[in-house]
């Protein structure tokens, strides 16, 4: 079978549902035999509730906006064909097509997630639904739900700018793209000793994102990007963490959610900090 035939198979296979819980098992059976500390099996059990809901009412969201795009007949501004490079006779030309493709789309979407994920925290309204996620104390990969807004405000500042911007021919490729940053953004959670190892200082692994959510002041605001280091680096939000540097994460102010429907009610129930978005923890101090 020739390559293009291969991906376009594999694009078309693993729908969302199917892509994330194969990036969840992965990263399950990674925690399990190499653990950093001990989740419990509440935390997952919930975790996979919260995960049902997210993604059928982020589903939901996601069809929504792909059916007002397609009633209103919106065409990305630029639009990339690699069917010639991915029917090269040289390996290397198609390797090096996906490559660019890959990075160019990767850095893009990295960097207007990175704005979008600072907003969330310093904008009250923002974090309100984004503190669901900080407030998970037992941080893992089946226990990092999102809020389901997520699926509702994301995609007007990441997805659908990318989108309207940017179009590859064949399409399959978004489908792997986005493959590939669910796959890493589902391990930046996992609790596992597993890490980047030097490639952590390029790419976002666990040991970094966990600093994202540490409750020591030092961390605070620190390591927003999803897949890259560079735009960390860049604005001066970078904090790479140290060897053994695994500090406890979550919200000093709140408790996470116990159940469904204080999953689906806490940016309305829970009072927020004098600041009105993320504070530094009290419990940096512990």
Known sequence: MHMFDVLTYI??????????????????AIEIMLPYGKVSFLSRA????????????????????QSLIAALHIRPLFSI????????????????GIALAFAGAILMGDFLYYWFHRAQHTFGFLWRFHQVHHSIREMSVWNSNMHISEELIRPLVVTL???????FHPPFLWSLI??????QGTFEHADTRVHFGPLGYLFADNRFHRIHHS??????????AAVVTLWDVLFGT????????????????TDEPNGLFEYLTMPFTV??????????????AE
């Open 11 to 28: 694009a078309h296979t693993l729908r969302s549902g199917e892509r994330v819980a194969a990036a969840s098992i992965f990263c399950l």
């Open 46 to 65: 919930r975790g996979i509730l919260f995960q049902i809901c997210y993604l059928v009412i982020g589903g939901i969201f996601i069809e929504g906006y």
């Open 81 to 96: 064909s690699l069917d010639g490079v991915l029917n090269s006779p040289h390996p290397v030309w198609r390797g090096a």
């Open 161 to 167: 700018p990318m989108a309207l911007l940017i179009s």
């Open 178 to 183: 986005g493959m590939v940053i669910l796959m």
């Open 215 to 224: 409750v020591e002041l030092r961390h605070y605001n620190r390591n927003f």
């Open 238 to 253: 970078a904090h790479f963490p140290k060897k053994g540097e695994w500090p406890n994460v979550g919200l000093d102010y």
């Open 271 to 284: 009072s927020l900090p004098a600041t009105g978005a993320q504070a530094p923890s009290s419990r940096s």
